[in-house]
């Protein structure tokens, strides 16, 4: 770019001294239509359980959903994202109870349809919340199958289009498994469902705070690089989200966010396709205690959120959803 000019011609602090003048020329904002709210759902009745690792997050019982997703609705914003803390008696090797139909995923989607009619519900599509060992499939001889995986993934995919999920989103990293999903979907006549695919989901270490909320964590003694991506890498973003646009994705997923805000931006310039990133559990926990800890105030909250919006975001899966829009008051 070739820039015309010198000082004192050129002042650029011009467009800077005034907040008016400010907000004429910003080219990032947000709002509501920007934020999906993750929330974490457990068993029994009459609970709101405070999560040690993710101060300000809560773990609801199903007949206590109401409280939260009545503010999602109060404060517009689009689409929820439900994750299960699933009681370690229900776990086994092979993930069985994301087939229940009565698991506490369903049993929020029905509960949340029933009464809300103008909000996207989205599910993971994974094993790890109801497998004994952590891992996001079937192990054999330490090693993760691919395939017989997917079988599982399908199934679960049905019977959460079944329950009336919007937005189905396979995390796992197996391979193939968006065309196999979107194939079984349309067999089923659930064209209408969306797939939002975790194309770029690295091994990340920050993590440790939503694998306490799902109860995973514990569960987990072997790390994830065999299937999700190596963070040191870039270019095999390309062939992770070519594949899974040609195989029937809506939207891509980078996981996590602040940290892969050129791998978000990469993406957003070679595919024509919305990307979503998630504000990860351990960024959230990091901001949430330079804040307590006065070592940074909460103008960070939105300081995050506009880099990842800036950087290609078309949606950005944030614990800081509700806290936000009450800071900025845009509710469009």
């Given at each position: 770019?070739?820039?015309?000019?010198?000082?004192?011609?050129?002042?650029?602090?011009?467009?800077?001294?005034?907040?008016?003048?400010?907000?004429?020329?910003?080219?990032?904002?947000?709002?509501?239509?920007?934020?999906?709210?993750?929330?974490?759902?457990?068993?029994?009745?009459?609970?709101?359980?405070?999560?040690?690792?993710?101060?300000?997050?809560?773990?609801?019982?199903?007949?206590?959903?109401?409280q939260?997703?009545?503010?999602?609705?109060?404060?517009?914003?689009?689409?929820?994202?439900?994750?299960?803390?699933?009681?370690n008696?229900?776990?086994?090797?092979?993930?069985?109870?994301?087939?229940?139909?009565?698991?506490?995923?369903?049993?929020?989607?029905?509960?949340?349809?029933?009464k809300?009619?103008?909000?996207?519900?989205?599910?993971?599509?994974?094993?790890?919340?109801?497998?004994?060992?952590g891992?996001?499939?079937?192990?054999?001889?330490?090693?993760?199958?691919?395939?017989?995986?997917?079988?599982?993934?399908?199934?679960?995919?049905?019977?959460?289009?079944?329950?009336?999920?919007?937005?189905?989103?396979?995390?796992?990293?197996?391979?193939?498994?968006?065309?196999?999903?979107?194939?079984?979907?349309?067999?089923?006549?659930?064209?209408?469902?969306?797939?939002?695919?975790?194309?770029?989901?690295?091994?990340?270490?920050?993590?440790?705070?939503?694998?306490?909320?799902?109860?995973?964590?514990?569960?987990l003694?072997?790390?994830?690089?065999?299937?999700?991506?190596?963070?040191?890498?870039?270019?095999?973003?390309?062939?992770?989200?070519?594949?899974?646009?040609?195989?029937?994705?809506?939207?891509?997923?980078?996981?996590?966010?602040l940290?892969?805000?050129?791998?978000?931006?990469?993406?957003k310039?070679?595919?024509?396709?919305?990307?979503?990133?998630?504000?990860?559990?351990?960024?959230?926990?990091?901001?949430?205690t330079?804040?307590?800890?006065?070592?940074?105030?909460?103008?960070?909250?939105?300081?995050?959120?506009?880099?990842?919006?800036?950087?290609?975001?078309?949606?950005?899966?944030?614990?800081?959803?509700?806290?936000?829009?009450?800071?900025?008051?845009?509710?469009?």
């Open positions: 770019m070739r820039i015309i000019g010198k000082y004192p011609d050129i002042r650029l602090r011009r467009v800077r001294n005034s907040d008016w003048v400010r907000r004429l020329v910003s080219e990032n904002n947000l709002s509501a239509n920007d934020l999906i709210l993750p929330i974490f759902v457990t068993e029994g009745k009459n609970k709101i359980q405070k999560i040690k690792s993710m101060e300000g997050v809560y773990r609801y019982s199903v007949d206590k959903l109401d939260i997703v009545n503010q999602a609705v109060k404060f517009k914003i689009p689409m929820i994202a439900i994750f299960p803390h699933t009681d008696k229900k776990k086994d090797s092979k993930g069985t109870e994301a087939l229940n139909e009565n698991n506490l995923v369903c049993k929020s989607i029905i509960k949340i349809k029933n809300f009619k103008n909000i996207g519900v989205m599910c993971d599509v994974a094993l790890d919340p109801y497998t004994s060992h891992h996001d499939g079937i192990i054999k001889k330490k090693q993760i199958l691919n395939d017989e995986t997917i079988e599982i993934l399908e199934k679960q995919s049905v019977l959460q289009a079944q329950m009336g999920c919007d937005v189905i989103a396979p995390s796992d990293m197996m391979d193939g498994r968006v065309g196999r999903i979107r194939k079984i979907l349309d067999k089923n006549n659930f064209q209408n469902v969306k797939i939002l695919s975790y194309a770029v989901k690295y091994a990340s270490n920050f993590y440790g705070p939503f694998r306490d909320a799902v109860g995973s964590r514990t569960n003694k072997t790390n994830k690089k065999s299937y999700q991506m190596d963070y040191r890498n870039s270019n095999e973003i390309f062939r992770e989200v070519a594949l899974d646009i040609k195989e029937g994705a809506d939207f891509v997923m980078v996981k996590p966010g940290p892969y805000l050129d791998i978000i931006s990469k993406i310039d070679s595919f024509k396709i919305p990307v979503f990133s998630y504000q990860v559990s351990g960024e959230y926990s990091l901001i949430k330079g804040i307590k800890n006065k070592l940074i105030n909460d103008e960070a909250i939105l300081e995050s959120l506009i880099s990842l919006k800036r950087s290609g975001s078309s949606a950005i899966v944030t614990y800081f959803a509700l806290d936000v829009l009450k800071k900025i008051k845009n509710f469009s």
